[in-house]
């Protein structure tokens, strides 16, 4: 139950150092369950969502040794297809485990996944998706069972592109026979990433990145050495974090290109952005200007997960601005709470409207999640006065050591465990 207290107004002025992308972690975390070689990943958030990951490859019987930021992974002796249900309903992405799991022991059992509450999240996708590869699926009392002979490759056609189906039914398709076609595939970096991976230990994988995923089946896996690209919402948090306080801030391993569609935003702001190799700095010298709308979309249109940090942003910005939320239907919950801090916004249904103000305040405030607790933190560190931000166990999902990345840029904010 730790909050942070945060005391805001100070601008932000350093460099801050950017993880390993938490949604690239924890698909290729399940991708070690396809081989018996050893894996090492390089650069890991030290977070709860990729620690639970972790949990359940030891519940699996796979060995893990976490070595500073490096991790290694040694699934040779796993025996379990059963994903342990208190885990399951901490991590929405223990779901990635049932095509890997699946494909090793031709059976899985997992219950239903859990992760942040932020609107229905279906996995009807991820199950169709599974059932083309051959795979028979039983739903019963909170619990999923599926069971195969050998997994066949197919053509599959996605209703939309969802994240988790289309790396869930490529890790299924690895070392499946034959060939499997996603069409409609969701195209965001992270998807690449794990095309990438599987490729370097021996996966036969190309279109990553595009509409259509082509992954011919090979026989084994091997193993090695691989570091995840930069975590792009890590990033674009701490972007936004200077934008809102002023100052100058430098990201250090970071990569433009895959935030170009919030850099657009952030020009349109009035920040000033340089970008040189994979360092990002921004310079942002006076109350920022308002856009006038940020409509979340799958990549490469406006993350969601930049969403809620965006809105506080926008909170604070000269003009107004109307925010639409198109995937996920209860990402507005960290609206009341901003509200309690002097914001202006009203929320009536996918949007948000926003009159910016010229200052917040300081306030208690609580995260309800991963993304909306980050935007508060922001809010509080541009706003006059003391905030307290209570349950901030959702953020430490998704971002390591926040608090000391943002001293380190001058930023008042300590850890209080309760
Ligand atoms: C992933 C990311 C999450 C991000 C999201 C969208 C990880 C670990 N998480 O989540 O941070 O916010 O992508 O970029 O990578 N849908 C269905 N049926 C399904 C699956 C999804 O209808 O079977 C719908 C969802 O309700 C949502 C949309 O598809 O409206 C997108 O969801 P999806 O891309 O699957 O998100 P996640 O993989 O859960």
Known sequence: MDKYIINGGNRLYGEIDIQSAKNSVLPILAATVLTDERVTLENVPQITDVRNMLRILECLGCKTVLSGNDVQIDSSCAV?????????????????????????????????????????????????????????????????????????????????????????????????????????AARE?????????????????????????????????????????????????????????????????????????LLHKLYENGCKIAQKDDKITIQADSRPRSVKSVETQPYPGFPTDLQAQMTALCALSAGSSVITENLFETRF??????????????????????????????????????????????????????????????IDRGYSAMEYKLRAVSADIVRVTV
């Open 80 to 184: 379990s297809y059963e994903i342990p249900s208190t885990l399951a309903h901490e991590l929405r992405s223990s779901v990635f485990l049932l095509g890997s799991v699946i494909s090793r022991f031709h059976r899985a059992k997992i219950a239903y996944p859990g992760g942040c509450d932020i609107g229905l999240r279906p996995i009807d996708l991820h199950l169709k998706g599974l059932k083309r590869l051959g795979v028979r699926i039983d739903e019963h009392n909170g619990y999923i069972t599926c069971e195969c002979q050998r997994l066949k490759g197919n053509e599959i056609m996605l209703d939309c592109p969802s994240v988790g189906a289309t790396e869930n039914i490529m890790l299924a398709a690895v070392l499946a026979e034959g060939r499997t076609v996603i069409k409609n």
């Open 189 to 261: 970096p992270e998807i690449e990433d794990l095309q990438n991976f599987l490729n370097s230990v021996g996966a036969n994988i190309s279109g990553a990145g595009s509409g259509t995923i082509v992954i011919d089946g090979v026989s084994a896996l091997g193993g090695g050495s691989y570091r995840p690209i930069p975590d792009r919402i890590e990033a674009g948090t701490y972007l936004i974090a200077a934008a809102m306080c002023g100052g100058r801030v430098t990201l250090n391993g970071a990569n433009g290109e895959m935030l170009s569609s």
């Open 333 to 394: 919950k960290f609206v009341p709470e901003l509200r309690k801090m002097g914001a202006d916004i009203t929320v009536a249904d996918r949007n948000a409207f926003v009159s910016g103000v010229p200052a917040l305040r300081g306030a208690t405030v609580v995260a309800q999640d991963l993304r909306g607790g980050a935007a508060l933190v922001l809010a509080a560190l541009a706003a006059d006065g003391r905030s307290e931000i209570l349950n901030i166990s959702h």
